[in-house]
Nanobody
Framework: QVQLVESGGGLVQAGGSLRLSCAASIRIFSVNAMGWYRQAPGKQRELVAAITRGGRTNYADSVKGRFAISRDNTKNTMYLQMNSLKPEDTAVYYC??????????????WGQGTQVTVSS
């Protein structure tokens, strides 16, 4: 089973930026797709962004134009660049290794999560 470790979270003011990293225990070039999810207190976990092996990306409407997902197969690491952060982006962010057909399908492997807090 893939082990995933997120890092890069923290406290930032509204309008600021953070870059999250997700280090995988396997060669991620073999993974069909990877995604970033987030879960705010009292809310369901939601897909924020996904990227396929071929580099195709998609984003939740709430983050389009502000977040950018990428992957570095040489480092077996996926990233989430978050710009123009808003208080409503506050959540625990998780990475996932899954697959992509017409939409992203989450796999069973999750990281421990990294907390992102955006102050107003």
């Amino acid at each position: 089973q893939v082990q995933l470790v997120e890092s890069g979270g923290g406290l930032v003011q509204a309008g600021g930026s953070l870059r999250l990293s997700c280090a995988a225990s396997i060669r991620i070039f073999s993974v069909n797709a990877m995604g970033w999810y987030r879960q705010a207190p009292g809310k369901q976990r939601e897909l924020v962004a996904a990227i396929t092996r071929g580099g195709r990306t998609n984003y939740a409407d709430s983050v389009k134009g502000r977040f950018a997902i990428s992957r570095d197969n040489t480092k077996n690491t996926m990233y989430l660049q978050m710009n123009s952060l808003k208080p409503e982006d506050t959540a625990v962010y998780y990475c996932n290794a899954g697959s992509y057909s017409n939409s992203y399908l989450a796999g069973p492997s999750w990281g421990q999560g990294t907390q992102v807090t955006v102050s107003s």
